[in-house]
């Protein structure tokens, strides 16, 4: 019985996986240009200069990053469950994508991980992130900001 409940689970995050992914458009021609307008934080965090976010009680801390180009950014899971922090185009829509050259998803991950921002990156762009597990489950909205 229990074999069978996890091959059930196991199909059912297979095909999950593969509809959340298979609309992802993957033209760089196709990618809006970077913002400079920030998306509103839902905990006052007015920006923390740094290399590292923290995800504690499924929230991301600090909610707006403020970080150089060619960053390499460490994430640290507090959770007792994996998380992500996957880049997306447009805040809110909880669809992977770049915000100009920016593009980052860590896969899902316990423990710590890290990832680089593009040396190339340009100073003002804002890059709201989520995390792809959880969806809309996480307490505040995040982003990056690139000094």
Known sequence: MKRSSWAAWSVLLACLTLTACSDRNTDPASYPPPTTTPPPTTDGDAGVIGTTIT???????????????????????????????????????????????????????????????????????????????HTSMMLNRANLTIQ
């Open 55 to 133: 995800i504690q009680n499924f929230a991301f801390s600090p909610a707006n990053l403020i970080v150089p180009a060619g960053a390499t950014i460490t994430v640290i899971n507090m959770d007792p469950v994996p998380h992500t922090v996957t880049s997306q185009t447009v805040a809110d829509t909880f669809v992977p994508g770049p915000v100009g050259t920016i593009v980052f998803d860590t896969g899902p991950f316990m423990g710590q991980t890290t990832f680089t921002i593009p040396a190339d990156a340009v100073s003002g762009t804002f890059v709201p992130y989520f995390c792809a597990i």
